[in-house]
Structure formats: structure tokens, C-alpha cells
Nanobody, 132 residues
């Protein structure tokens, strides 16, 4: 199983970026995918999650109303559309999943970032920098 996050870059405050998480080695429709971020000197934070089977989503309060997670099961790809970006969104963003935990449990782990170590599969991160 491999996850590859991409789409990061430098954007001005108020701008938008769309991150992609391309997944291989599994059929996305049977799993949930979480997005995390980690800023320098800060702990890893769960940002969003999508249950690829039923489309249920989770968003951290810090991004609710600005970020939208979606999936394309045919392309085995999950997206994170980030709008109205703020300097505090600056971080390296990662996608992650697990094959043995249930889909709702994966999203529960995203909501409780302290348990993120329970997720077995992580992609290499993509850096998002929000600065003028």
C-alpha cells in the first residue's frame, strides 16, 4: 500500500490549493482516508477524513467551512480542497489510512490526533506555505 500526497505550494492568505492523495495497493472504496498536518514545532493535527464507502466526512474545527474533502473511487484518489487559506494553515500535510481498523474508527483517530500513530500507512507529506 502506498499513499502519495501532492499539490502543496506557496499561496497568499485568502488563496486556495487542492491537495491530492493518490493511493495504490488497495481499493479506495473499502477504506477511510485521513488528512493530517504538522507545523514546525507543533504536534501533528488531524484535519479531515472521508469514509470512501459512504462519503461521510470529518473536519477539525480549525478548517470547517474552508476545507472540503472528496474522493474519486475510480481514480483511487482523495482530494483536500483548501480555500480561504490562513497563515496558520502553514504545515506539511499528510494522508494516512489503515487496513485493519474500521472506516469510522479511522476517522475517529483523525479527530483524536493523539492516536494517529495507530494508522499504519502514511504518505510522504506535501508542504503548504501561506504567506504574503
Amino acid at each position: 500500500v502506498q499513499l502519495q500526497a501532492s499539490g502543496g505550494g506557496l499561496v497568499q492568505p485568502g488563496g486556495s490549493l487542492r491537495l491530492s492523495c493518490a493511493i495504490s495497493g488497495l481499493s479506495l472504496r473499502y477504506y477511510a482516508i485521513g488528512w493530517f498536518r504538522q507545523a514546525p514545532g507543533k504536534e501533528r493535527e488531524g484535519v479531515s477524513c472521508i469514509n470512501a464507502s459512504d462519503g461521510n466526512t470529518y473536519y477539525a474545527d480549525s478548517v470547517k467551512g474552508r476545507f472540503t474533502v472528496s474522493r474519486d473511487n475510480a481514480e483511487n484518489t482523495v482530494y483536500l480542497q483548501m480555500d480561504n487559506l490562513k497563515p496558520e494553515d502553514t504545515a506539511t500535510y499528510y494522508c494516512a489510512t489503515d487496513l485493519t481498523l474500521s472506516r469510522p474508527w479511522v476517522c475517529k483517530i483523525v479527530a483524536d490526533s493523539g492516536q494517529s500513530g495507530e494508522l499504519a500507512y502514511w504518505g510522504k507529506g506535501t508542504l503548504v506555505t501561506v504567506s504574503s
